[in-house]
Each structure stands twice: as structure tokens, then as C-alpha cells.
């Protein structure tokens, strides 16, 4: 499990991002973050890796404090949660393979890391990863000559070589068109259900939300003022919709018909 206790973040600007969030993830949650841009989705995701360090609170998994392990810790920790990006943060000069691989640089000695130097264990491995990600035609491109969403599953396999407990997406749909972006959310779904990763995910579109979420909460301003089940989003009110995205709001649908 993992559990968040009033989490809080102040950048060095004085901006507040975070302010006292408290929630509870289960193991194989497929947990949705909404809110408006600024509400503080991708602080709390990169507070929960501390690639964001955190100003107040504690992230609690399995037991075992995140926000105070110490750099050895936090090695280990960051092994087994993985990281999809809006941007996808692939070297684009490099090959699929490659960008693949580098999953696997928290579990390579540091001096092979530099060379990117890899065993033929971890080579099988990537091949597998990406021929289950159905880009395996793929691997020996460079990374900048695939589509928008081909990259997206290069970056969800470069997470899955690190045997991820955890993978935390951020925004991972929003460069991608309708198509694409439920090719994606379904092929995380399907990590999610058949190989037991929980997953968190930040997401702007309410119907990919209510498709997808096993478990939502809404941010706004950097609080915590909506959480509910897939069920329940399913059924928001508008005085839930509003309280999450403002009085001026309109529920509209955007973005892919599910069916």
C-alpha cells in the first residue's frame, strides 16, 4: 500500500503546489488524478519518486518512509517505480533498443552504466518488452523517427525494465490524439491487470477518466477536494465536477467516445 500524509510542497519561489494532501493508493489501484493545469498533479506524482522533494508530510509504501530514506534508499526505492512522461523524455538521437535499456541502469554496476553496457539477459529482456508493446519492428530506429504514440510505448517499456511495482504517468496521453491515447491508457490498463503494477496517472479528459480510473482524486490549488472510486466518478454530480475544476466550468464531453 501506498499512503500519502499531508503531503506539502513550496518551491523556492514561494509557489505552494501541495498543500496537506491525504490519500490511500491499494496494491493494483489503477488511480487517476484530476484538475486543472497549476493544481499540483505532476508535484504530487514526482514528490511520490522525490524527483519533486517534498516541503512537509511523508509517503509511506509498504511501510517504509520515502521522504526520509537516504540516498542508498532512495536508489532502491526508485528501482521499482517506474516513470512515463507527457514528453515521453526519450534520447531521440539513440535507438528504441537503447532507450529501453536504460530502464535497467539502477540494477547496472555504475561503470558499465557509463557505457551503457548491458547484459544479454537484459538485451532478451528489452526484445521481450517491446515485442509485448507491439513495437518490436521497431527497436532498431532511432527514437525521434517514431510516431507520438510508438514513443509513448517506448517509454512504458524503458519503466517496465525495471520490474515496477509502481508506475507513476504523467500526463502520458495529452501529446497523443484520441486514437492514440486510448491505445495507450488500455495497453497501461492491461500492465495494470494482468502484471499487478499499480498505476498512477495524471489525466485532463473526465471520459478517459471514467473509462480507465479504478480509484480518482481531484486537485484544486494543491488540495485534495474530490475522491471517489471508478464508480463514483462514473456518476459525479456537477457540484462535484465544479468543486474540482471551478463555478465557471461546463461539463462538456471532450476528447475520444469511449464504447
Not at 508493446?133 to 517506448?154: M, T
Request: charged residues 25%; neutral net charge; glycine residues 8%.
Amino acid at each position: 500500500m501506498l499512503s500519502i500524509k499531508n503531503l506539502g510542497k513550496v518551491y523556492d519561489d514561494g509557489t505552494r503546489a501541495l498543500r496537506d494532501v491525504s490519500f490511500d493508493v491499494e496494491d493494483g489501484e489503477f488511480l487517476i488524478i484530476i484538475g486543472l493545469s497549476g493544481s499540483g498533479k505532476s508535484t504530487l506524482l514526482r514528490c511520490i519518486n522525490r524527483l519533486v522533494e517534498p516541503t512537509e508530510g511523508h509517503i509511506i509504501w509498504n511501510g517504509t518512509d520515502i521522504t526520509t530514506a537516504d540516498s542508498k534508499g532512495l536508489r532502491e526505492t526508485r528501482r521499482k517505480i517506474g516513470m512515463v512522461f507527457q514528453h515521453f523524455n526519450l534520447v531521440k538521437r539513440s535507438s528504441v533498443l537503447k532507450n529501453v535499456l536504460a530502464g535497467r541502469l539502477g540494477y547496472t554496476a555504475p561503470a558499465l552504466s557509463l557505457i551503457n553496457k548491458f547484459s544479454d539477459r537484459d538485451v532478451k529482456r528489452a526484445y521481450e518488452v517491446l515485442e509485448r508493446a507491439g513495437i518490436l519492428n521497431q527497436a532498431h530506429k532511432r527514437a525521434d523517427e517514431l510516431s507520438g504514440g510508438q514513443q509513448q510505448r517506448v517509454g512504458i517499456s524503458r519503466a517496465l525494465m525495471q520490474d515496477p511495482e509502481i508506475i507513476l504517468a504523467d500526463e502520458p496521453v495529452a501529446s497523443l490524439d484520441p486514437v492514440l491515447a486510448h491505445s495507450t491508457l488500455s495497453y497501461l490498463e492491461k500492465i495494470n491487470q494482468e502484471q499487478k503494477i499499480t498505476v498512477l496517472c495524471s489525466l485532463h479528459y473526465l471520459d478517459l477518466v471514467q473509462r480507465y480510473a479504478t480509484k480518482v482524486i481531484g486537485l484544486r490549488d494543491g488540495r485534495l477536494v474530490y475522491e471517489g472510486s471508478g464508480d463514483d466518478i462514473r456518476k459525479m454530480t456537477d457540484a462535484e465536477f465544479k468543486q474540482i475544476y471551478g463555478e465557471d466550468a461546463e461539463r462538456v464531453h471532450a476528447g475520444p467516445e469511449t464504447h
